[in-house]
């Protein structure tokens, strides 16, 4: 990783390089990806089929969707096999749903004045669609991030999709009861889940993260998406923290994509410089963490604390981690991971929060994935005569400010009206 200060131009190139991440026009993607959605949406499963054999490896003969017997023997064969993974799913699904559980969101109703009653009603989505990335490494954990909190939510019809869906992927559906499950990925699937196919019937929203192709394709479809979260990023910042610790997250992180980006930032020099040989070390023999390290990893010496939190703030980062004490000065982040123990892959497996986050600066104006994204807040109110006839002639005059006659009328032909 290359090591700048804050205060010179190659410091200044890095941090713009940072913030502006993801931002670059990537034109050849979106027109592959717009043709791939015009594709599935003009020729259904043909087309479907055609990308998803020659993208994903389906066999030319082989269902698109998964057999409920077929993911129900991968989790008996786990179970059989490999016992630790499937307490470790369940570790990690009771953490995600537990944390789910405490987001839902509340209905309540309230007086707000004297015969006005106003309140909100919860109503979950009635299908959604999640994208189970399958590519270089199998992903059941984001199996468990994206349906559990649909199920928590209520969601009747949940639809996941994954290109070569590995066993322990097969396993996770099963272990979660998910029926609706499809053997395809990229923007084909992003496609079919967006218009519909014979096979494939559309859904109401679709979420989960992907490669670039993906998240052109969730951009460009015609179809309610969750958010472009795209390739890993992950910024640490700190001045007193473990080098190693520290090293480890940026390697791991930078594991995940050749497009990762990652980043350290602390106002300390000398941890600087051991940082940037743990992470030298510890990325022997991991061709992608390297590549990724070499191409979009920095190391950014501060000239204070202040200053680190700034950059931090303007990064906003999908991962995050900072010493305790610089905690509430955080801003912007797709979720934040709070001292020496808060390894950034606890929160990628099973303490509870969501892995699937924003990425590309769009942590500036939203969180992870949540219960929330499954729900539909309802605002309702209801006002009683009386109410009507105390309130009636502000809206009154409100509607007659902005020449709307009738909806002045809409209350003034109440408010004369006599008791039924």
Known sequence: MRIVR????????????LVNRGQAARPNVEAIASKILRDVERKGDTALRRYAVELDGLGLRQSFKVQRSESLDALKKMRSFDPAFVKALEAAAGNIRKFAEWQSPHEWSRKIQPGVNVGQIVRPLESVGCYVPGGRYPLPSTLLMTVIPAQVAGVRRIVVVSPRPALQTLAAAAFLGVTDFYRIGGAQA????????????RVDKIVGPGNSYVTAAKKLGDCPIDMLAGPTEALIVSHTGNP??????LVGQ?????EASVAFITCSASLATLVSEEVRRL??????ARRALAKNGYIVVTRS???AMDIANAVASEHLTVDPVDAKSVRNAGSVFIGDYSAQPAGDYASGPNHVLPTAGSARVRGGLSVNDFVKIITVQQLSQAGLRKLGPSIVKLAQAEGLAAHAEAIQVRMGANHA
């Open 6 to 17: 804050s205060n010179t131009a190659a410091g200044r190139d890095a941090i713009a390089r």
């Open 305 to 307: 604390r202040a200053e």
């Open 254 to 258: 930078a594991e995940h994509d050749l």
């Open 244 to 249: 190693i610790f520290i090293a480890a997250d």
């Open 283 to 288: 990325s022997e023999g991991n061709a992608i």
């Open 190 to 201: 992003i496609a079919a889940l967006a218009f519909g196919t014979r096979t494939i019937l």
